[in-house]
């Protein structure tokens, strides 16, 4: 090993020359700069994977608790296959099944194939987040609802909906924080994220121990602030006397 | 081969020599993985959950720091750290499949030890109590009376996990290792059929998660009842 070499991230990624300043010149980049935006590719494939996860997986969640029969098997087995597939498998399957059979899936940027595969995948945890937010809220709710006069559409929107969500933001806090863990499995079909400049940067530096260091920091450090704005929405939304708030 | 534009999906080369000249060997390592990593894990886990609810600080703390330590951190860089520390520490090269037993051992046992410690907590302090009236030393009370029951009650829990567990051991991907997806993606390789490949370990993965997951279920439904 011989002790650290922090100076490996300020080199030049073409030749390996030490830069000033830690910044490449002329369209250069040195490993610093490289891992920076592969942290940006990491938030990126995750802040969508999980736009696309909290839509879907709600929609799905609502579903399964309507009183039509046929929505609900819909939302059971879209949360069952999508649940019970290894995310690595499920990225395959978008990026090299997908387009084989669906042409027009082909002119997709392999990122978009990832975000959709990370945000359906999510969308299974996050629905039965939902589901079990909603089915926590006494019936009494549904029924008032519908007493008033409310669709149930009206009811969804106006009496249950805005307690569920309240009450799931602890779990999708921490659903949160898995997608930008699991956004690294995106590596396997070579988008430019940490966990992919983690494998290329120790192969081609042979410093791995300052490189997967620095790395772990930074999933370190994006976990925590997802933790602390999680923290600020539950405080901003919380209702006076019930539901966690003190 | 693929000619035209349609979809051309061809599985006749999925013979059963095929299947068992590179799909089982990787099936074989993906449960054998999924099980050592299984029990070593919920053994660590246990001690883990207990020195966390052992009231002693130099105890207390380092666990915590190790588990949320570990729940930090994506399992795939957890792989690769292991593959790159235990030949440093060791002196000589480990082979991936042995780098990825050690691994999951280590970092499953954070997951299950979270299990524990709800676990034991879910125990009623009355029991605890009632262990040391009678004359029970601590390592007896926790031996024989709460962690039978921490056990049962945590039982569909830690079984879930394991499911998560054998579907994240596809994540040996990362460091080469030889498992079911490998298998498929080998077999796929050598005959040029990827697509029909990655659709047939997607069917084998969700057929064996789902079905344990139903096990799980029903025996969920008959614990329950039990108590």
Known sequence: MGGWDWQVFCKNTVDGEVMPRCFGSGGDITYLQWMFSAWGWTLSVAALALLVALVVGSLVGIVRTTPSKGLVLFGNAWTELFRNIPLLVQIFLWYHVLPALIPPLKAFPSFILVVLALGFFTSARISEQVRAGIQSLPRGQRYAGLALGLTLPQTYRHVLLPMAFRIVIPPLTSESMNIVKNSSVAFAVSIAELTMFAMQAQEETSRGIEIYLAVTALYFVSAFVINRVAHVIEGRVRVPGIVGSK | MRQGRGVNLDFSFLTWQIVSSFVVKGLIFSVQLTLIAMVGGIVLGTLLALMRLSGKPWLELPAAAYVNTMRSIPLVMVILWFFLLIPLLIGRPMGAEL???????????????????????????????????????????????????????????????????????????????YDLLKGFEVAGKNFNRPVETYLVAAVVYFVICFSLSMLVKRLQARIAIIR
């Open chain 2, 99 to 177: 780098s990825a037993i050690v691994t999951f051992t280590l970092f499953e046992a954070a997951y299950y030890s979270e299990i524990m410690r709800a676990g034991i907590q879910s125990v009623p302090k009355g029991q605890v109590h009632a262990g040391y009236a009678v004359g029970m030393t601590y390592r007896q009370t926790m031996q024989l009376v709460v962690l039978p029951q921490a056990f049962r009650n945590m039982l569909p829990v830690l079984l879930t996990q394991t499911i998560i567990l054998f579907q994240d051991t596809s994540l040996v991907y990362a460091i080469g290792a």
